[in-house]
C-alpha cells in the first residue's frame, strides 16, 4: 500500500510563492497519475492540478497559470509549484494517487486513492 506525505506549505503573503511536494513511499507516479486537491474551510475538497502518468497536466481554471504540477519520478516526488498566491487559496493541500494505473484524464476526487496528511497553505493579504 503506498503511502503519500506531503510538505512544503506555510504562511505566506499574497503575490509570493510556494512549492509543494508530495512523496510516495514506493515508486509509483511512473504508472499512476497525482492529482493535487485542497480544501478550505467549511468548504469541500476541489481540484487543483493533476498529471498523469505520461505527463499531461491539467489545472483549475481558478489556478490556471499560476500553478504548475511536475514530477521527479526518480525521487517518487510530485510538486505543485504555486505562484501568485493570493488569499483565496488559504487550504489544506492533499495529494493522491490515482485508482487507475496508466491513467490519462483524472480530475475528480473519486479518481484518487492514497490521500496524504495534508499541508497548510496560508497565503495573507
Known amino acids: 500500500q503506498v503511502q503519500l506525505v506531503e510538505s512544503g506549505g506555510g504562511l505566506v503573503q499574497t503575490g509570493e510563492s510556494l512549492r509543494l511536494s508530495c512523496t510516495a513511499s514506493?515508486?509509483?507516479?511512473?504508472?499512476?497519475?497525482a492529482g493535487w486537491f485542497r480544501q478550505a474551510p467549511g468548504k469541500g475538497r476541489e481540484f487543483v492540478a493533476s498529471l498523469s502518468w505520461s505527463n499531461h497536466d491539467y489545472y483549475a481554471d481558478s489556478v490556471k497559470g499560476r500553478f504548475t504540477i511536475s514530477k521527479d519520478s526518480a525521487k517518487d516526488t510530485v510538486y505543485l509549484q504555486m505562484n501568485g498566491l493570493t488569499p483565496e487559496d488559504t487550504a489544506v493541500y492533499y495529494c493522491?494517487?490515482?485508482?487507475?494505473?496508466?491513467?490519462?484524464?483524472?480530475?475528480?476526487?473519486?479518481?484518487?486513492?492514497?490521500w496524504g496528511q495534508g499541508t497548510q497553505v496560508t497565503v495573507a493579504s
Open positions: 493522491g494517487r490515482s485508482q487507475l494505473v496508466y491513467s490519462d484524464y483524472d480530475t475528480y476526487e473519486r479518481d484518487f486513492l492514497n
Open positions: 514506493i515508486r509509483t507516479f511512473d504508472k499512476y497519475a
